[in-house]
């Protein structure tokens, strides 16, 4: 079992950058992808990015050009930095992990996109 622990979300203006963490209980070097996932208030749970073993990445179109996903082995961790933040952006983020056997997810973090 895998516990997954996000920070960085918060209130930013549009234009604005935000970088969101996601601290892993345990080692994530052997968890095939590690994801990041929104949720806006009354939409469905959304993909936003996706990072794997070996640091292949990929994003959702919304996101292409904004948003960098990264993971640290060594630190279990994994961050999503996001730029050029628009107010379609807030939502609350998941982290989001996947093996062959089972999936974890974070409690999330809220990002708040506001003038």
């Known amino acids: 079992q895998v516990q997954l622990v996000e920070s960085g979300g918060g209130l930013v203006q549009p234009g604005g950058s935000l970088r969101l963490s996601c601290a892993a209980s345990r080692s994530i070097s052997s968890i095939k992808s590690m994801a990041w996932y929104r949720q806006a208030p009354g939409k469905e749970r959304e993909w936003v990015a996706s990072v794997t073993t070996d640091g292949r990445t990929n994003y959702a179109d919304s996101v292409e050009g904004r948003a960098t996903i990264s993971r640290d082995n060594a630190k279990n961790a994994v961050d999503l930095q996001m730029n050029n933040l628009k107010p379609d952006d807030t939502a609350v983020y998941y982290c989001?992990?996947?093996?062959?056997?089972?999936?974890?997810w974070g409690q999330g973090t809220q990002i708040t996109v506001s003038s």
């Open positions: 989001f992990g996947r093996n062959t056997y089972a999936t974890y």
